[in-house]
């Protein structure tokens, strides 16, 4: 019989002999280990291989190894083909073993070239399709969509079946079909069914995407495709429209703001006030100045700094308004050629003050964050800066009406111009009527400056841009007609933006400018006449 001792010796022995079988002949390298090689050979379509085994592999590692060949942080050394991965803190490790080493001075980093960094964008987003956050996975369908990497295909029939979030599904859902439009071997009724899901995304992106259909396609694709791109272009042109509506609103809003002020004093009084943009400039200085004071002594306001600039802008430019009235304009009321004179040199003083002040060049007025960003409503781009300011001008707009038809100080007003020696004659103080009035109209150019100090430059040419824009909008509308001011701004904006892409934008306003000429000497109170001194004249 064998003995327990001679059995526990063939056991060691074969123990021993399986042990130095392992040494000599070490386990076979998964795919991860076999792709890092190709990222030392430092070459273009190695380097790509290379990225989608390692995100084919499954490794741990993989989303870090690709992200960091973006960012210029995974090195190679060309005489040990070692690669190495540096993470965001600085620590270094070697790929292959894991250990943390130090890098070679002669290490460089994995180049790039255009189809790299398309290849990083696509497997990126093949890697976060699963991911537990809803953005990256909207990232990550939005990348594969634009790569349409063929690859991908299956990861994203999984990630369709799996997600619960409406707006990943829809994006994911374009993504294959952005895919399956342009792949080789996809079914004809497949590619139809894909050309009709990206017709219906109906931007720029779906729109060269669908002229990629392939030349040896079916005719019936060809006849869908054909199909598709002229409805995503009546689409497109339908939105392009509504995009010139909008700009043309934004402009309009700001001309109302530069402009209103402008109607009162001109309807009342009958001045032509060609200081009144530098009303506007003094605004946006104002606005400057909170600013800063905000930035040095109390940063955490900042968002408030324009609820700060507009009062003070208006009271300030009211300010300047009422001592131009007393100082100068009253001793020149019915001579209009040396009143634009006056005010003309006037203008020139002021913009020469401001540059003494705070220097020529232009001043930076910086954006509360309420006020940053854009968002898109189905074709259009809407910029909250310009949004607030379209709601900021019609409020201004409604505050106005209020104070003329519910205030004493408006019946007033409204006394004066319909009839000046009347309303004189039944106890009105029509030199202090006049004051308040070109405080008035001088204020809200003030408050004015501080919204177009989020869209223009500050400086001391800020108000001459306006005046000539501002006289027109008047006269157009109606001298000292409100609802008047309103329609000619918004009308002029619109126009003006429809104009510009055939015109451009010098021939553009000289076009403007020809229409109201021949319109005015067609109607020459305007769109809306109303009696005034001026008129009356």
């Not at 003329?404 to 009839?419: H, K, S, Y």
């Amino acid at each position: 019989m064998i003995s327990i001792r001679a059995i526990a010796r063939k056991l060691a022995a074969a123990s021993a002999l399986l042990v130095a079988l392992l040494c000599a002949h070490p386990a076979a390298a998964g795919p991860f280990e076999d792709a890092l090689p190709k990222l030392a050979a430092d070459s273009f379509a190695d380097t790509a291989d290379a990225i989608t085994a390692i995100a084919a592999s499954g490794h741990a590692d993989a989303e870090a190894v690709i992200s960091g060949i973006a960012a210029g942080r995974v090195l190679f050394d060309p005489a040990t083909k070692n690669v190495y991965l540096r993470a965001a803190d600085g620590s270094v490790k070697n790929l292959a073993t894991g250990a943390s080493e130090s890098v070679p001075a002669s290490a460089r980093a994995v180049r790039q070239n255009n189809r790299i960094r398309t290849t990083i964008d696509a497997t990126l987003g093949t890697l976060r399709l699963m991911s537990p956050d809803p953005q990256k996975r909207l990232a990550a369908a939005g990348a594969v969509f634009k790569s349409r990497d063929a690859s991908s295909l299956k990861l994203l029939d999984e990630a369709l079946a799996k997600e619960t979030d409406p707006r990943v599904k829809k994006v994911l859902a374009e993504a294959r079909a952005a895919i399956l439009i342009v792949a080789a071997n996809a079914s004809e009724k497949d590619r139809i069914a894909a050309i009709q899901m990206i017709a219906a995304k109906g931007d720029n992106d779906a729109l060269s995407l669908l002229r990629a259909v392939p030349a040896n396609a079916s005719s019936d694709v060809k006849a869908a495709a054909a199909s598709a791109i002229s409805a995503v272009e009546r689409s497109l042109a339908l939105w392009e429209v509504s995009q010139n509506v909008w700009y043309g609103l934004s402009l309009g809003s700001v001309l109302l703001l530069a402009a209103i002020g402008l109607a009162i004093t001109f309807g009342v009084m009958g001045v032509i006030n060609m200081a009144h943009g530098e009303m506007v400039m003094i605004g946006a200085y104002v606005t400057f100045v909170v600013q800063e004071v905000i930035r040095q002594n109390y940063p955490g306001l900042f968002d408030y700094s324009l609820a700060i600039a507009l009062p003070l802008a208006f009271l300030i430019a009211g300010f300047v308004g009422v001592l131009i009235e007393r100082g100068i304009i009253r001793f020149l009321y019915g001579r209009p050629l040396e009143t634009l004179l006056a005010t003309w040199g006037l203008s020139l003083i002021l913009q020469q003050a401001i540059r003494t002040a705070f220097g020529s060049s232009n001043r930076e007025v910086g954006a509360p964050s309420w006020m940053s960003g854009a968002f898109e409503l189905g074709g259009l781009s809407i910029t909250y800066n310009r949004l607030w300011i379209i709601v900021f001008s019609m409020a201004v707009f409604a505050t106005l009406l209020f104070v003329l038809r519910f205030t004493r100080f408006g019946l007033e007003m409204r006394a004066v111009t319909q009839n000046r020696r009347m309303a004189s004659s039944m106890g009105i103080k029509t030199s202090y009527v006049d004051a308040l009035t070109f405080g008035l109209g001088s204020g809200i150019a003030g408050i004015a400056g501080v919204a177009i100090s989020q869209i223009d430059n500050v400086s001391p040419n800020l108000g001459q841009g306006y005046i000539i824009d501002s006289f027109l909008v008047v006269v157009f509308g109606g001298v000292g007609n409100l609802f008047g001011t309103l329609i000619a701004a918004l009308s002029l904006g619109i126009a003006n933006k429809f104009l510009e892409p055939f015109a451009g934008a010098v021939l553009g306003k000289i076009l403007i400018l020809v229409l109201i000429i021949v319109f005015i000497q067609k109607k020459p109170r305007g769109l809306f006449a109303l009696k005034g001194r001026a008129v009356e004249a």
